[in-house]
């Protein structure tokens, strides 16, 4: 890794000369939420924010979208993909991307969301927990790869790690913004980590947690909650690792059609039916339950499928908290 | 050929032939020569049919490999896809992609019984597994324990009743058990007493003892059949690495993205569309929710 500065003077600049690599998103505050917006004047960005709604995996795998269309009785692909720079993405979104790759650039990879995925540069940026982040405690409060460039904040600037040849490229083109890191940066990055470690309120105690949740496959908790839950999929909608997604043909003409996919949900009854009304996830239980083990699940490759952001807490209508739904199926183990 | 896992080939509908009132045996060929020649598939594999502008559903294929040239799809008139599918004729043009899945093991499985265990609709893929095992001559001998509702829903009843009077010559053993008693079964059952009898699918293990370290099964067939099915084979002593069942899940995209045939909980999550649809009774203990 290499470490570089950028002094906070610099910073619009830096900012602006990222428009010659592709449209610029960063997070920006509307209507009292975050969301990832174009930004063309550095003073937009809402550099300490908490969270956006949607994550930034939206830019890779579409809310919705045509995957095909259908032309003279053919399907043509639409391969559309712009160049992007992403500004601001916190650690936790960083990993949320990098648990997305896992499953759209395994073979056979997904070619939408890889054509997104390689025209986009990543910045990610520092930030400091709220009352709904637990990403500490799932080991992904710091990316250590699946960035371009990192932006740690300190008292005059900024600690930059570059992760990548592209990343090189940017410092490279504009060496003249940058300055060698000095004993005192490192200094004040150490104390604002240590800071932020301190931070967190909330945590989900790992050990043994994958087992301790399948052994709970019969609690009550699942029950008490499932009761509680709206089954709206709000949680799947906003969760940056959430990647089901339905699809349908939907006719423009009488000559052509095209095949939309767009987001789906394991909360809705129709995630798990099969020809001749046969459903494998029948009843609300069975579907909390689903999302709960599918976000615990323990991949040795990638760790969990849950990265902490804490967005299905804050956006959850029914204020279901998944981390004390975790303690408590957990708990109930005798 | 495109790059694109979504992309799907031109195949022609080559027959439609009616199996019974709700299924019907369609006979496609690729229109491409050269993806023609690569397609190849193991039996158990399914593909997904596309009828463009209507939309997307998996299949699994239903005969054999050792037949090239063409692909059969037994289809079911269960929803609005197949009920269009099942308007079409011979000339029609559908989209294929895949195959898709991990299929059954056939060469781990040369020199051994094959117990074949179908349910229903579940004599589809298995009749890849049957024809595959008598165009090769690979296997000792073959079982077909097949449980159906009534005479009129036996899947490919010409295929059966040859069997069950030539079988032996392929070192091939059809058992039949039905449900519900009409004239025609009546006759089967006086022509075949051994072979057809009136009751539920593990009321063909009834005298049967297959030596079960040469033995492997292999079940298809409803949700609930498979605990049955199992049990009858484990009271055998088959061991659970040794019964292969195929499942159905909704596998929209085949390709382990679109998430909708995930099973499984926090330590094991399993697509069934790569990870299976051929899972191994151990993986059954291990993941829960498969069966």
């Known amino acids: 890794m290499r470490y570089i500065k950028l002094p906070s003077e610099n910073f619009g600049k830096f900012f602006k000369s990222l428009e010659a690599w592709g449209s610029v998103y960063a997070p920006v505050k509307r209507g009292g939420i975050y969301s990832f917006q174009e930004v063309h004047d550095p003073a937009e960005i809402a550099l300490d924010y908490n969270r956006t709604m949607l994550p930034p995996k939206k830019f890779f795998f579409r809310p919705k979208e045509a995957i095909l ?56 940026i520092s930030c400091m927990p709220d009352e709904y982040c637990f990403c500490k405690s799932l080991g992904t409060h710091f990316a250590m790869d699946g960035f371009d460039l990192f932006l740690h904040e300190l008292p005059d600037g900024w600690l930059v790690r570059i992760g990548s040849v592209r990343g090189h490229e940017i410092v490279w083109e504009n060496g003249e913004l940058f300055e ?26 790992q050990e043994g947690l994958a087992d301790m949740l399948d052994l709970a496959y019969n609690s009550p908790v699942w029950k008490k909650y499932a009761e509680i839950c709206l089954a709206c999929g709000n949680c799947n909608l906003v969760c940056p690792t959430c990647r089901c997604y339905e699809v349908c043909d939907r006719w423009m ?40 083990y599918c976000k615990s699940y323990f991949d040795p490759s990638s760790g ?21 739904v975790l303690e408590e199926v957990r708990g109930s183990l005798k | 050929m495109s790059e694109n896992p979504y992309q799907t080939y031109d195949a022609r509908i080559l027959e439609v032939k009616d199996l019974t009132s709700r299924e019907k045996l369609f006979t496609l060929r690729f229109l491409d020569p050269e993806v023609e020649a690569k397609f190849d598939f193991r039996p158990g594999q399914f593909v997904i049919v596309d009828i463009r502008g209507f939309g997307e559903f998996p299949i699994s294929i239903c005969s054999s490999p050792t037949r090239r040239g063409y692909l059969q799809l037994c289809i079911r008139k269960v ?38 265990v179908a349910g229903g609709l579940g004599m589809a893929p298995l009749r890849s597994v049957l024809w595959y095992a008598i165009d090769t001559g690979k296997y000792e001998n073959v079982w077909l324990l097949y449980g159906t509702k009534a005479y009129e829903d036996i899947l490919f009843r010409d295929e ?11 070192n091939c053993s059809v058992k039949l058990a039905y449900e519900v008693e009409s004239p025609s079964c009546i006759y089967l059952e006086q022509g075949f007493s051994d072979r ?63 998430g909708h045939c995930v099973v499984g909980t926090s330590v094991s999550m399993k697509y069934i569309c790569q990870d299976g649809p051929v899972f191994t009774y151990w993986d059954a203990l291990s993941t829960r929710g498969l069966i």
């Not at chain 1, 902490?308 to 959850?316: A, I, N, P, S």
Request: hydrophobic share 35%.
């Open chain 1, 69 to 124: 269309r259908l032309k003279n009785g053919h399907w043509e692909e639409n391969l559309e993909a712009e160049p992007t720079v992403l500004f601001g993405l916190h650690s936790c979104d960083i990993h949320g991307l990098k648990i997305l790759d896992r499953v759209y650039l395994d073979e056979p990879a997904d070619p939408y969301y890889k054509s997104r995925r390689e025209k986009t540069l990543i910045i990610g």
């Open chain 2, 79 to 116: 929803g609005r896809m197949t009920k269009f599918v099942h308007k079409m004729k011979e000339g029609d043009v559908v989209g294929i992609r895949g195959p898709y899945g991990n299929g059954f093991p056939m060469e781990k499985m040369e020199g051994s019984n094959l117990i074949l």
């Open chain 2, 160 to 170: 059966i009743i040859h069997l069950l009077k030539h079988g032996e010559a392929m």
């Open chain 1, 180 to 205: 060698e890191v000095t004993d005192e940066d490192l200094a004040n990055f150490k104390e604002f980590e240590e800071k932020r470690a301190k931070a967190f309120q909330k945590e989900v105690p």
């Open chain 1, 304 to 324: 969990y499928n849950c990265v902490g952001c804490g967005r299905c807490d804050e956006f959850c209508p029914a204020k279901i908290e998944h981390v004390k």
């Open chain 1, 253 to 292: 003409d009488a000559y052509s059609s095209v095949r939309e996919r767009r987001y789906d949900s394991c909360f809705m009854e129709n995630h798990g039916l099969v020809a001749g009304n046969y459903n494998f996830r029948p009843t609300r239980l069975d579907r909390f339950r689903h999302r709960y």
């Open chain 2, 196 to 258: 057809v009898c009136r009751g539920v699918v593990t009321d063909l293990f009834r005298g049967e003892e297959f030596d079960v370290n040469r033995a492997y099964a292999l079940i298809c067939g409803p949700p609930v059949m498979y605990k049955f099915v199992i049990k009858e084979l484990l009271d055998r002593k088959l061991s659970p690495g040794r019964i292969y069942m195929t499942l159905e899940r909704r596998m929209r995209c085949g390709v382990g993205k679109c």
